[in-house]
T-cell receptor
């Protein structure tokens, strides 16, 4: 149980395009989903926390207009990187927390974004 | 100051050796502590939680020192499959803060 999927696993795009990443909880309902970003040899950095049906809470320094998060259902959250630039190239990982579980987080396999 | 700091390594050890490393955290109000393992280009996976009294899980032993705000991980009888980056993770107010990881390479 507690499986989280992400799609796509890898994406290469041109500068200026928008990229949408999906995060799904496959066998549980996730009230809360988290989006992280990891640059090479650096730690995972929390970008935002999204709760189903409400606006995401962004961490300091993360542009909410650039990184659009939608958590429209209890099993799906999406992160859209708008007008991506090479500096947005990174490993994006989501995690999901089950309804009623305040502590556990289950991680998706990550999406590697390369912006040319 | 980073919330969680780790020695990046790498620690290169032969099979069968013991390797140990620490991390420090800045928030004294942190509630829970974990070690995660991350393989290259993969997501982090929970290795073990760290309890105040210290705990073991097979060849892995974790210690927590709240007074000094550091956490340690010791791996005994290293296997080739232990080669990975080990992430120190601290939970404060339902948020997880990650260290940048300590890379361990076990050689035959």
């Amino acid at each position: 149980g507690a499986v989280v999927s992400q799609h796509p696993s890898r994406v290469i795009c041109k500068s200026g395009t928008s990229v949408k990443i999906e995060c799904r909880s496959l066998d549980f309902q996730a009230t809360t989903m988290f989006w992280y970003r990891q640059f090479p040899k650096q730690s995972l950095m929390l970008m935002a926390t999204s709760n189903e049906g409400s606006k995401a809470t962004y961490e300091q320094g993360v542009e909410k207009d650039k990184f659009l998060i939608n958590h429209a259902s209890l099993t799906l959250s999406t992160l859209t990187v708008t007008s991506a630039h090479p500096e947005d190239s990174s490993f994006y990982i989501c995690s999901a927390r089950a309804s009623g579980d305040l502590l556990g987080q289950f991680f998706g396999p990550g999406t590697r974004l390369t912006v040319l | 100051r980073k919330e969680v700091e780790q020695d990046p390594g790498p620690f290169n050890v032969p099979e069968g050796a013991t390797v140990a490393f620490n991390c420090t955290y800045s928030n004294s109000a942190s509630q829970s502590f974990f070690w995660y393992r991350q393989d290259c280009r993969k997501e982090p996976k929970l290795l073990m939680s760290v309890y105040s009294s210290g705990n073991e899980d097979g060849r892995f032993t974790a210690q927590l020192n709240r007074a000094s705000q550091y956490i340690s991980l010791l791996i005994r009888d290293s296997k080739l499959s232990d080669s990975a980056t080990y992430l120190c993770v601290v939970r404060s107010d339902y948020k997880l803060s990650f260290g940048a990881g300590t890379t361990v390479t076990v050689r035959a």
